[in-house]
């Protein structure tokens, strides 16, 4: 079966560094998403790897290895606004989107 | 704005009766999907449609059925609700399934069955 593994919750310090962890057993793969979830909104976008290596865009980083079936997602400096649920997902073979559970991060002062 | 809308945002509904949830995106997407969102589950796709005038069915699709009449409609029904059927649903649409497929989330319908 298709599987996505990522932490249930995460807690960190603001202007702090937190590394969120995706690992994923799929049918194939057409690339790895991060979305970002607000308590009570919709999933937004951040960021697309379908190359081994890092992707940058500002305070945040995605890193893919496919050989391990890995993923993490790397904010820095957090903000209380980054209090949010983090969304790993793989497009498959059939490029249907697996969607894992979610982490959900909490930021303290 | 552009963007993608859903209705009604919330609902409360006896089981058996009939629910359609609307969904309607003003961006030219071609592709559009249903999504349900349970607590301590990934999302899981109903029903999806790659193009106006088909649809396809996702992980979880029975008790629901779709139509994409046109590109910018694309409302999915609940011929007679079960409790089971309590979820928020999300609707997405990219602009095309085969690139970069950056989904663009509507703010979800909120549903519960009783």
């Known amino acids: 079966g298709q599987n996505i593994d990522q932490p249930t919750e995460m807690t960190a310090t603001e202007g702090a560094i937190v590394q969120i962890n995706c690992t994923y057993q799929t049918s194939g793969f057409n690339g790895l998403f991060w979305y970002q979830q607000h308590a009570g909104e919709a999933p937004t976008f951040l960021s697309y790897?379908?190359l081994d290596g890092l992707e940058e865009k500002g305070r945040f980083s995605s890193f893919l290895s496919r050989s391990k079936g890995y993923s993490y997602l790397l904010l820095k400096e957090l903000q209380m606004k980054d209090s949010a649920s983090y969304l790993c997902a793989v497009r498959d073979s059939n490029y249907q989107l697996i969607w894992g559970a979610g982490t959900k991060l909490i930021i303290k002062p | 704005i552009a963007g993608i809308t859903q209705a009604p945002t919330s609902q409360i509904l006896a089981a058996g009766r009939r629910m359609t949830l609307r969904c309607t995106q003003d961006?030219?997407?071609?592709?559009m999907y249903w999504y349900r969102q349970d607590l301590g589950l990934g999302l899981r796709l109903i029903h999806y449609s790659n193009t106006a005038g088909t649809t396809g069915k996702g992980e979880v699709p029975d008790g629901y059925s779709v139509s994409r009449a046109n590109t910018d409609d694309f409302p999915l029904t609940l011929a007679s609700a079960v409790p089971s059927q309590t979820s928020v649903y999300f609707c997405?649409?990219?602009?095309?399934?085969?690139?970069?497929?950056?989904?663009?989330f509507g703010e979800g319908s909120r549903l519960t069955v009783l």
């Open positions: 997405a649409s990219s602009d095309s399934p085969d690139n970069t497929g950056e989904l663009f």
């Open positions: 790897n379908v």
């Open positions: 961006m030219r997407h071609n592709a």
